[in-house]
Structures are given as structure tokens and as C-alpha cells.
């Protein structure tokens, strides 16, 4: 014989707007409990984990020092091979004198031109989102998936990018 199991929460009605009601008509209605008895766990952070949980600007200065040091070292290594940037990476790479990871995160600054091209791509994708934005504004028609299908193909590209630097760098 099963004895009634008995119920310590409290049931509330939550409302469900009509088509909620509609497309979901043939299941029961819906319900929340809440508990009368709720617990708390209180958890001793530790202060070493505290201070240590992100970079502080002192960290983060050094980090773009060492990049700095580093696209200089690159720069001259490429100066001294005497060959278009792309190939003197690629024979540096080929003959170990650097890694990929080197490279990976500061081409910019190892090549002017791909500082420049860096600069330009970020300003076309920027006016165009601002183009489009206004145009849809004079419209009356602004929703975030009109914006969203002008960047598609930007962030597809930059998505490609990555993408091949990360196989670079495996």
C-alpha cells in the first residue's frame, strides 16, 4: 500500500500568455514551486587567487613591451634575409629560426603594411555597420538581424583569418 508522499513546497500559477496556452494545449498547465527551505554555502575565496584573477597594468604593460621586443627582433631578422616580408617569414619558419607562435598576434607590428591593412579593414567594417545602421534608422525598419547580415561577411573573413593562423600555429 503506497502512503501519500508529503508535498514541503508551495505551488504557484505561473501565467502563460495565449499562445503559450495554444501551442501548448495538450500538456497540463504550468507550474513553479518554491521551496520553504532554502540553504546557503559560503565559500572562503583565497586572497592569492583573489589578486592573482586577472592582469594588473603593470602585467599588462610588460606584455606589450615584450611584443614590442619581439616584432623588433622579427623585423630585423626579415630586414636581414633581404626578401619580401611573407617569403622571409615563411623561410625563417621553414628553417626554425622562429616558431609560428611567434609570429601569430603581432603581425602588425612586425609589417607596416599589415598594420595599415589592419586599420583599414577595422574602419570599413565600422562604416559600414554605421551606413547600414542609417539607412535602416531613415527607414523605420532598425532590428539587430539587418545590422547583423552586413557584418556577416566581414566576420566571416576575419573568422577565415583566424582560423588559418591557428593551423599556422599547430
Keep these: 500500500m503506497n502512503t501519500p508522499r508529503r508535498d514541503c513546497c508551495t505551488t504557484s500559477t505561473v501565467f502563460i500568455s495565449r499562445e503559450n496556452r495554444l501551442r501548448d494545449a495538450s500538456g497540463p498547465p504550468k507550474r513553479v514551486r518554491f521551496s520553504q527551505y532554502s540553504s546557503m554555502h559560503v565559500y572562503n575565496v583565497d586572497p592569492s587567487y583573489r589578486l592573482s584573477k586577472s592582469y594588473s597594468s603593470t602585467e599588462c604593460k610588460a606584455f606589450r613591451t615584450c611584443a614590442a621586443f619581439e616584432a623588433h627582433r622579427l623585423r630585423q631578422l626579415i630586414t636581414y634575409c633581404q626578401l619580401p616580408c611573407a617569403e622571409s617569414v615563411r623561410l625563417l619558419i621553414q628553417d626554425g629560426t622562429i616558431m609560428p607562435e611567434d609570429v ?3 603581425e602588425h607590428l612586425i609589417h607596416p ?3 595599415e591593412r589592419v586599420m ?3 574602419r570599413v567594417h565600422s562604416t559600414l555597420l554605421l551606413q547600414r545602421q542609417e539607412e535602416l534608422l531613415e527607414r523605420n525598419e532598425l ?4 545590422l547583423a547580415e552586413v557584418v556577416t561577411v566581414r566576420s566571416a573573413k576575419s573568422a577565415h583569418m583566424a582560423r588559418a593562423r591557428a593551423a599556422m600555429a599547430a
Excluded at 532590428?143 to 539587418?146: T, Y
Design 104 to 106: 601569430i598576434g603581432i
Design 120 to 122: 583599414k579593414e577595422r
Design 143 to 146: 532590428d539587430a538581424k539587418s
Design 113 to 115: 603594411s599589415s598594420y
